[in-house]
């Protein structure tokens, strides 16, 4: 029990960091983008780590089956720390927009992994519990990052807000190593390399979409066209038959997360830029809005593995969609000038909290509809359904957002309006996570028995 504890803590301490960097570039890439000049790749420097992230996510789930979670996290974490470094240093948009792949890259290596670590070091009883306190390392980074970072931007500038990150993260893995090398690994899946290959072909389009967000014309629509292609092509094939038709069970599940990832991010990242763009707040003050749906988040999920348990998962996660469509209609209407701020403080509090709801929800279920030596894989699938789904909504709305960036709200009331889809799709198809039970068939009647007429 108090090796668990340890494992517990420091695998917290790892994610409070990964958090923090999440709440506090989110807060802080409005200015990052004027500053080196690249409002119109907005949505491509937070696209762009959730395209490299799969194909991590596809190489960590055989990965960490075959050999355990050890090496994978510590893989994440340097890979991690170096992309931070090089987006801290970078002189260009282009060079900031490369540390971050190379940071989504090592964040997709450690989801899978801590993924991994639960289902293997925990008894299944403890899963939901677990994955809660995971979630609740958004806690701190929740309450303190966006004002943080804001103060880092406004005083120190903000380069610094990817080189303290990058320094504190290293030590954490060196911690927990002891403890991960004692999680064995197992047999494996044989498609490795194929799953890679595809997942390489998801990230290509992906870039592609994005690239034709910065053209114009007969070249945007060949280069959008061609990249929805590649990634309709090549995304089905890294996860479960039947993600994108909503089979019941598993297939749903992931589907749901992916929904709501997708839904919740496109709008997290262009409320801060609408704020201090269009309503002229300073980059602390934009981010407390961040910091509002954090909290909630964490306060769902909490509420959830104590008081969500009388609740079936899938009305459970029907709730969790619902509340974030709320949020980002409340976006929707901070389009208009004469809708104050508070509506969308307000209205992230709700989406916030729905994320809190769906997330650890759907991981739990994932783990209990996996076969032990399928859980890598299929943790991997949830992963990659997440950044395919968060990145294509990313690219296709950072692409009509810079088509029409010079129309001002227009551009940002077509953003949300994006976001809004999938949160709509993940409300509507949560009745379908769980498997209904077929009734046994009844037995026969031993032979010579009367049969009732």
């Not at 990965?63 to 931070?84: E, M, N």
């Not at 280069?223 to 090549?234: Q, T």
């Not at 307000?346 to 739990?364: E, H, Q, R």
């Not at 960036?405 to 009331?413: F, I, R």
């Amino acid at each position: 029990m108090q090796r668990r504890n340890a494992l517990t803590a420091g695998m917290v301490t790892l994610v409070t960091f990964v958090a923090f960097e999440a709440v506090a570039v989110t807060a802080a890439m409005p200015t990052v983008a004027q500053a080196l000049d690249g409002v119109a790749l907005y949505g491509f420097a937070f696209g762009g780590p959730f395209a490299t992230g799969i194909v991590a996510t596809v190489a960590a789930g055989t990965w960490c089956d075959r050999r355990g979670p050890a090496r994978p996290t510590l893989t994440g974490v340097v890979l991690f720390s170096l992309g931070l470094l090089l987006a801290g240093l970078a002189p260009d948009i282009w060079t900031l927009i490369a540390g971050r792949l190379v940071q989504g890259f090592g964040g997709g290596l450690i989801t899978v992994a801590l993924y991994v670590v639960v289902g293997r070091a925990y008894p299944a009883a403890e899963h939901p519990k677990v994955f809660s306190a995971l979630s609740a390392a958004w806690v701190l980074p929740a309450v303190v990052g966006p004002a943080v970072a804001g103060l880092i931007v406004e005083h120190l500038g903000w380069r610094w807000v990817f080189l303290l990150i990058a320094v504190a993260t290293l030590p954490v893995a060196a911690v927990i190593q002891p403890h991960l090398r004692r999680i064995a690994g197992g047999a494996g899946t044989t498609a490795a390399n194929t799953r890679v290959l595809w997942a390489v072909g998801v990230a290509a389009g992906v870039v592609l979409l994005h690239w034709g967000g910065q053209r114009h014309g007969l070249d945007a629509l060949l280069l959008v066209g061609g990249g929805l292609l590649v990634v309709a092509a090549c995304g089905p094939r890294l996860l479960p038959a039947g993600t994108f038709t909503g089979r019941r069970g598993l297939p749903s599940v992931i589907l749901v997360r992916g929904f709501a990832g997708a839904a919740f991010m496109q709008a997290d990242v262009f409320i801060p830029l609408l704020l201090t763009r269009e309503r002229g707040l300073t980059p602390s003050l934009a981010g407390l809005t961040l910091t509002a749906g954090a909290l909630l988040w964490s306060a769902g999920s909490w509420i959830q593995a104590r008081q969500g348990q009388r609740f079936s998962p899938a009305v459970r996660l029907r709730a969790g969609l619902t509340s974030i469509a709320l949020g980002v209609l409340s976006a929707v209407a901070l389009v208009a000038p004469a809708v104050p701020v508070a509506a969308v403080v307000i209205g992230w509090c709700i989406a916030g909290f729905g994320m809190g709801l769906a997330s650890p929800t759907v991981s739990a279920l994932v783990l209990q509809l996996s076969p032990p030596d399928e859980q890598g894989v299929n943790s991997s699938a949830l992963s990659v359904a997440d950044s395919l789904l968060t990145t294509v909504v990313l690219a296709v709305g950072g692409s009509v957002f810079a088509a029409l960036v010079t129309a001002g709200p227009v551009a940002y009331l077509a953003a949300f309006l994006i976001a809004l889809l999938p949160a709509v799709a993940g409300a509507l198809l949560a009745g379908r996570v769980t498997v209904r039970a077929t009734p046994a068939p009844a037995a026969a009647p031993p032979r010579g028995a009367a049969v009732p007429g």
